[in-house]
């Protein structure tokens, strides 16, 4: 798969948020899925769960990418997330193989605005 292909299960995992469509995540994470920044979520079942209970607690969450680069299986992306009223940044680095997203990786640095 092509650079840039790796980059569309990043993106449908980030509308996945955005929207509250947790069908999304049958379509874009790998059944052994694995977010290292969240090791209690195993599995599309409870990303899915997840993605509820955060919209629900959070009307206003969104992320906006502000970069994304591929290489490889690894995908990178830098991102704006609202929640609360408040703003942070973000960045992952996700490995993708076989169309799917199989790991991620989360740094964050704090900016309330």
């Given at each position: 798969?092509?650079?840039?292909?790796?980059?569309?299960?990043?993106?449908?995992?980030?509308?996945?948020?955005?929207?509250?469509?947790?069908?999304?995540?049958?379509?874009?994470?790998?059944?052994?899925?694995v977010d290292h920044a969240h090791p209690e979520v195993v599995g599309t079942d409870h990303v899915k769960q997840a993605v509820v209970k955060v919209r629900a607690a959070f009307p206003d969450f969104?992320?906006?990418?502000?970069?994304?680069?591929?290489?490889?299986?690894?995908?990178?992306?830098?991102?704006?997330?609202?929640?609360?009223?408040?703003?942070?940044?973000?960045?992952?680095?996700?490995?993708?193989?076989?169309?799917?997203?199989?790991?991620?990786?989360?740094?964050?640095?704090?900016?309330?605005?």
């Amino acid at each position: 798969m092509n650079i840039e292909a790796n980059k569309a299960p990043v993106r449908g995992y980030i509308e996945m948020w955005n929207t509250g469509d947790v069908a999304l995540a049958d379509e874009v994470l790998a059944t052994d899925w694995v977010d290292h920044a969240h090791p209690e979520v195993v599995g599309t079942d409870h990303v899915k769960q997840a993605v509820v209970k955060v919209r629900a607690a959070f009307p206003d969450f969104h992320i906006t990418i502000e970069q994304i680069i591929a290489e490889g299986e690894l995908v990178a992306v830098r991102a704006t997330v609202l929640r609360g009223g408040k703003t942070s940044r973000v960045m992952w680095l996700v490995r993708v193989a076989e169309g799917k997203m199989r790991e991620m990786w989360t740094g964050s640095e704090s900016s309330p605005t």
